[in-house]
């Protein structure tokens, strides 16, 4: 399975550890990388500059490839993250979710590559035109943030048409069957986050885990609820993939009511500090439905190591 | 690429021509079996036993294998159609939507294969049960009617760890790189509807063809808005994806008013008759973005069939 991907970072399986906010930290990134995919660390919105150094030495320590992914939209005016990030020196940074391509031009001039999160072909062939070094087409059933519009499989097809540079898959590939797709396709590899959420080097609280193991394909929803009432400035284009619950049902249509009301906004962030998913959110994709049980980063990497074999069987 | 599809009805390129009602009659489902792989005719919920057999004359005329696709909502009561399908004697049959299990049953006893689609994980493991030869995973960027639920890619991942018998793959195979995705995937190949909606051979007026070509990847809108107008008894779990226009946007969220309201149902019904899709509907699915000029059926059959060479790269 050599593809850009692997090439690229001298790695043996061609997955990203996708970068999950509050998910997968330095430990993560570490655990995938370590176990021959390439991990990354997920900064969320209100991390400092420090939180990135101290991750990303976490992440780097052994001396394997890894990356951290950033918020675009969080990034202006604030320098000092970036200036992280590139202090870090991680092997691949993806900048995405508002604007790119100043991030993308210093990070590339100091010799990083630079990917960033396409939603539709169209977003895709900005990012081309930008100058990332690969595009993520990520699609509606992926977990965490993005468009939710085009699913995986077609918009795949379309953007590897349109775009000259490699294509990395998101949402929705969970198993070795699914990184043996997208790479039949013609991606250079897969973009992984919710086959990771049921690992042990998570930074989930065990409740939260717990709720990921619990859930089928059907039990989540897309959606800003839990943006709007955490008063989050996400371009409204991009919502979340979460775990469906109380607080998304009561909400859901309702969210110009939600965006100031107060007791919502305290309700919300207690569930937070007390676990209690019934109100608090957890991010996942449509592939829960396929994480069943707590495995280590390094067993899920040697699942999707399998896809090697379902390839070979069209070797005759 | 051989696989159960290519063998059990001796065809060379493994792709089903999806049943479209009122989109591929006789006509095209004999052009998509004449280009090698399997045609099927779509059957409206209104048409009568002597279409059926007239349709199925068509389809089979020259001695291929051709398939029928029903709705099993519209069986019940109306012994007539399935005794002219059980007439007809297609290769395949599909029975989907509602109570499929008394028709399965009739039909494989008269010896024809028949199969099921499923828009979850738990779909699938009923059909199997039932007795399908195979079961359709078919994810929510399809096109026409189905579950809103779970996209292609994680759907078929789970489906083909979950049942025993083979799977075919539907929603969003739109080229070769999708068909080489889903089965490198481990399916026995893809139900492919809107890849032949721009063909020649519909029996879409040139103003809805016409849409179909124009329309981009995020064109399309799941809902119940065009059944509901029309008083149709689709089981509600059973969306449609339609063409996105400007009757349904009218109407999304609306529907219980839209039920009981005869002016729009008459104003429906004139933009049928006189082709003005802005209000009248085509179905379509995501994969409508790929569908970009007229092509004969032929062509598009051997588009996929270079799902072949894309496979082949990873013999070495």
Chains 1, 2 share one sequence.
Request: with cysteine; aromatic share 6%.
């Amino acid at each position: 399975m050599r593809t850009w991907l692997t090439e690229r970072f001298g790695i043996g399986v061609p997955v990203v550890g996708a970068p999950m906010a509050g998910v997968g930290a330095g430990r993560l990134a570490a655990a995938v990388s370590a176990a021959g995919a390439l991990g990354m660390i997920g900064v969320p919105s209100a991390a400092t500059a420090e939180w990135i150094a101290e991750q990303a030495a976490i992440a780097g320590g052994d001396g394997r490839p890894y990356g951290i992914g950033l918020l675009a939209w969080t990034l202006d005016g604030d320098p000092a993250r970036l200036d992280a990030v590139l202090d870090a020196r991680p092997s691949l940074v993806s900048v995405s979710f508002g604007p790119y391509a100043g991030p993308v031009e210093r990070l590339r001039r100091a010799g990083i590559t630079v990917v960033t999160q396409a939603g539709t072909t169209d977003e895709a062939r900005a990012a081309e035109r930008a100058g990332v070094d690969a595009v993520v087409a990520r699609g509606s059933e992926a977990g965490g943030h993005g468009r939710g519009d085009v699913a995986t499989l077609p918009l795949l097809q379309s953007v590897l048409d349109e775009v000259r540079i490699p294509v990395l898959a998101a949402g929705g590939v969970a198993t070795a069957r699914g990184l043996a797709a997208v790479l039949a396709a013609g991606a250079a590899g897969a973009w992984v986050g919710t086959a990771f959420m049921g690992c042990v080097e998570t930074a989930l609280p065990d409740a939260a885990t717990g709720r990921v193991l619990a859930a089928g394909e059907t039990d989540t929803a897309y959606g800003r609820v839990f943006d709007v009432v955490q008063r989050l400035a996400w371009p409204p284009e991009y919502g979340g993939r979460a775990l469906r619950n109380a607080f998304f049902d009561r909400w859901a249509g309702r969210e110009e009511e939600l965006a100031s009301d107060e007791e919502a906004r305290a309700e919300l962030e207690a569930a937070r500090r007390s676990g209690d998913y019934d109100t608090a959110y957890v991010y996942a994709g449509q592939a829960v439905g396929m994480v069943r049980r707590r495995r280590t980063a390094a067993e899920v990497v040697a699942g999707f190591a399998e896809a090697e074999r379902l390839l070979r069987r069209f070797a005759t």
